[in-house]
Nanobody, 122 residues
Framework: QVQLVESGGASVQAGGSLRLSCAAS????????MAWFRQAPGKEREGVAA????????SSAYSVKGRFTISRDAAKNTLYLQMDSLNPEDTGMYYC???????????????WGQGTQVTVSS
């Protein structure tokens, strides 16, 4: 079993930055591949960025390319999402996900955190 705990969500103004963290604990063999998703009210959950390869290869959604960066500290079992140039469309609940399978931006991961809220005002 894997426990994922997100943190770092906040309310910011457009153009601002945030860094989200996701701390993994438990059976970390199930966290080979990790990703960030987000869900806005009334919308489906969408993939934001993912670690897709053993050497840290990443993938990100077109809407966040050049603004969001996913990274991982294996020693700390922690996943990060650096978010820059935030805009109101980035508002939503951000979730961390993990699995032994490289699902990339598909929401098929086996383990999910409870989420952290990001609100961007114009």
């Amino acid at each position: 079993q894997v426990q994922l705990v997100e943190s770092g969500g906040a309310s910011v103004q457009a153009g601002g930055s945030l860094r989200l963290s996701c701390a993994a604990s438990g059976d970390t063999s199930r966290t080979t591949y990790m990703a960030w998703f987000r869900q806005a009210p009334g919308k489906e959950r969408e993939g934001v960025a993912a670690v897709i390869g053993s050497y840290g290869d990443t993938s990100s959604a077109y809407s966040v390319k050049g603004r969001f960066t996913i990274s991982r500290d294996a020693a700390k079992n922690t996943l990060y999402l650096q978010m820059d140039s935030l805009n109101p469309e980035d508002t939503g609940m951000y979730y961390c996900a993990a699995d032994r399978v490289a699902w990339s931006l598909l929401p098929r991961y086996n383990s999910w955190g409870q989420g952290t809220q990001v609100t961007v005002s114009s």
